[in-house]
Nanobody, 119 residues
Framework: QVQLVESGGGLVQPGGSLRLSCIAS????????MSWYRQVPGKERELVAS????????TYADSVKGRFTIARDDAKSTVALQMNSLHSAATAVYYC????????????WGRGTQVTVSS
């Protein structure tokens, strides 16, 4: 059974930092492109950051460039999202996502972790 379990969310003041972690089980993480998405009520889920399966390419949403960093540790089956200089617009539920191509697209999602940026 494949599971992606996020942790590290919480309440942080504007300007603060949080580090989200996603622990994967039931799959070979190195075969998956991994991403972090976020969603606020009433809006579509948006891509925040992604990293390819080989770790050689990363992409970020324009709104987080220079402040967020995605990293993977396949040996520990984890993907992290370091978030710095947070502001209220970052308030959302953050989801870990894994994608693998094997004749078809295979997608897995975590259940999400709430991040609230507020004073």
């Amino acid at each position: 059974q494949v599971q992606l379990v996020e942790s590290g969310g919480g309440l942080v003041q504007p300007g603060g930092s949080l580090r989200l972690s996603c622990i994967a089980s039931g799959l070979v993480l190195s075969a998956f492109d991994m991403s972090w998405y976020r969603q606020v009520p009433g809006k579509e889920r948006e891509l925040v950051a992604s990293i390819t399966s080989d770790g050689k390419s990363v992409t970020y949403a324009d709104s987080v460039k220079g402040r967020f960093t995605i990293a993977r540790d396949d040996a520990k089956s984890t993907v992290a999202l370091q978030m710095n200089s947070l502001h209220s617009a970052a308030t959302a539920v953050y989801y870990c996502h894994g994608r693998h191509f094997n004749f078809r697209i295979i997608d897995y999602w975590g259940r999400g972790t709430q991040v609230t940026v507020s004073s």
